[in-house]
């Protein structure tokens, strides 16, 4: 029996996690989530660290991604900070600001 390449060779294992829906994608990239082993969104699996995986995950970017981990525990790639709102009419900052342009428009 012929053995494999990877056998001689210690091959790590990565997680994948889907990320996106495959809903109004093309039959081609849902197949390629389906090969990776994914099934739903935020469904994660363990698969071979191997370049054909990697492959498969670097064709469907915002379907699927590897997740990084770090001292045990799964982590993701930071979120951007979320934009500041504009103050309402009617809070504490809004008001002082109507105050301040009253007293210059005497």
Known sequence: ?????NSDKAVGKIKVKQIGSVIGCTDRQRATV?????????????RLDTPEIRG???????LAAIVIEQGGAARQPP?????????????AASVEKGK?????SR
């Open 1 to 5: 029996m012929a053995k494999s390449k």
């Open 34 to 46: 389906r090969g990776l082993g994914l099934r739903r969104m935020h469904h994660t699996v363990e």
């Open 56 to 62: 498969m995950v670097n064709a469907v970017p915002h």
């Open 79 to 91: 979120k951007p900070p979320a934009p500041l709102r504009p103050s309402a009419p009617g809070s």
């Open 100 to 104: 301040e342009n009253q007293r210059g």
